[in-house]
């Protein structure tokens, strides 16, 4: 009699220890796919957010009608500005191809000719020009202090 107990205690623990495994092993797949999924919408929202620019070459192989706001980047065309009071057009070149712009507004201070430009808007193609909302110029990384460039 005590032998049978003993062997049915037995059974009851080897299906407790599998019971026991067969709930972590739920809890660790249960845990595991929560975390995929956090991670999959957050890659996706931060995906949506990420706005890189195309240089004029990449918009025109992506085709402009295809594209609604995009940020539009490159350098600006020499003897390309033409300013009449707020209103500025200008070509973004990236020395394979250019893009005539034009702006509505007043243009940051270190916008000039031959350098680096970013402009958001989207591409008017009934008039082959890119209309910018908002003008990005790029500054030159390159910092020196301003008491090292006085020459006194």
Avoid: C
Avoid at 75 to 89: A, D, H
Avoid at 132 to 145: M, Q, R, T, V
């Amino acid at each position: 009699m005590i032998n049978m107990l003993s062997k049915k205690n037995i059974l009851l623990n080897v299906q407790m220890i599998r019971q026991n495994r067969l709930n972590r092993l739920g809890v660790i797949l249960v845990t595991l796919s929560a975390l995929g999924m956090i991670t999959f919408f957050v890659l996706k929202a931060l995906q949506s957010n990420i706005n890189f620019y195309l240089t004029p070459t990449q918009a025109i192989e992506k085709g402009y009608e295809n594209l609604n706001t995009f940020k539009l980047g490159g350098m600006v065309k020499v003897n390309s500005v033409q300013k009449e009071g707020l209103n500025t057009k200008f070509y973004v070149t990236d020395y394979d191809n250019e893009t005539l712009v034009t702006f509505r507004g007043v243009l940051p201070n270190l916008f000039k000719e031959n350098s680096g430009v970013v402009a958001l808007g989207y591409f008017d193609t009934n008039e082959e020009i890119f209309v910018a909302k908002e003008i990005l110029a790029k500054h030159d990384e390159n910092y020196s202090p301003v008491e090292l460039n006085n020459n006194d």
